[in-house]
């Protein structure tokens, strides 16, 4: 089984989890800018951050046989800090480098004015750089959150085959589905979606267009969730060929409208910027 992890927070997983997920079948994988779980007090934290995504975080990947690539964006929780904002002016200067697949995430968090403007202006950055866009949707009130989101989007210039909706459930795919967008679905260990519920709506809806991802973060995360879906799948009945589109061709596809993905790893070597990741520069 090859595997995509088309959302996952690798800034925040251990060596040991890029040598499970190398083990599993993980061959390449998009790290979305997010939050960090305790607000930035200044844009200054996001552009450190930013070139952690663009340089750092690709060569650890690198050193496990991963493709790394990321998504850059002001998130959606963030949006809502005046101190954060300024963010949204610098990011055409991230959104022109080559391993910036998509603009991400961005979406709603608890839908204000503020993450309207943010969404608005990111959406169009996305249909300025000819990029695909990775659209959070809300964990609280997903289904006003989505009705909202593809309203934002209907008056935006970015056509729906160049969105993924992501974290959604069973009460959003119907939506999702009739407005043209990829459906991207979050796999956890014991809250919303887990593997035979992922199942159930593969029967329903089938394989296009489909995105599953561990989205694994600083909190309880697993990111070995994209195999356990492949596994369950299998275990379900369909083919090797059904969990080859959801768990690689499509993310490939998506992610491939950037024109900038790159699946062969080069050798990294030892150093990134003359740092290792051995301790002591070995
Ligand atoms: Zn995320």
Redesign the pocket.
């Known amino acids: 089984m090859r595997i995509f992890d088309p959302?996952?927070?690798m800034t925040s997983r251990t060596t040991d989890d890029y040598e499970a997920m190398y083990a599993a079948g993980v061959r390449a994988l998009v790290e979305?800018a997010?939050w960090l779980g305790q607000p930035r007090t200044s844009p200054a934290s996001f552009f450190d951050y930013f070139d952690s995504l663009l340089g750092w975080e690709p060569f650890r990947a690198a050193q496990h046989g991963i493709a790394h690539h990321c998504t850059i964006a002001l998130n959606p929780k963030e949006a809502n800090d005046p101190r954060c904002t300024p963010v949204l002016d610098a990011l055409p200067r991230y959104l022109v480098k080559d391993s910036v697949v998509a603009v991400g995430?961005i979406g709603y968090d608890s839908m204000t004015p503020a993450e309207d403007t943010a969404l608005a202006a990111q959406l169009q950055l996305a249909s300025d750089h000819g990029l695909p866009a990775l659209v959070?949707t809300p964990h609280r009130d997903k289904a006003a959150g989505l009705k909202r989101t593809l309203d934002v989007l209907r008056e935006s210039d970015l056509p729906p085959d160049r969105v993924v909706l992501?974290?959604l459930n069973e009460t959003t795919v119907g939506d999702a589905t009739d407005s043209g967008c990829w459906l991207g679905f979050?796999i956890y260990p014991d809250t919303k979606m887990d593997p035979e519920r992922m199942v159930r709506i593969l029967r329903v809806h089938g394989t296009e267009r489909v995105l599953v991802n561990s989205?694994a973060?600083w909190g309880r995360s697993d990111p070995l969730k994209t195999l356990h879906v492949g596994e369950a799948m299998i275990a379900a009945g369909f083919s090797d060929d059904d969990v080859d589109q959801v768990l690689w061709r499509n993310p490939v596809a998506f992610y491939g409208q950037s024109g900038r993905l790159s699946l062969d790893i080069a050798d990294p070597g030892a150093l990134h910027e003359g740092n290792s990741i051995l301790r002591g520069g070995e």
């Open positions: 959302h996952i927070h979305p997010f995430e959070h992501d974290h979050s989205a973060d």
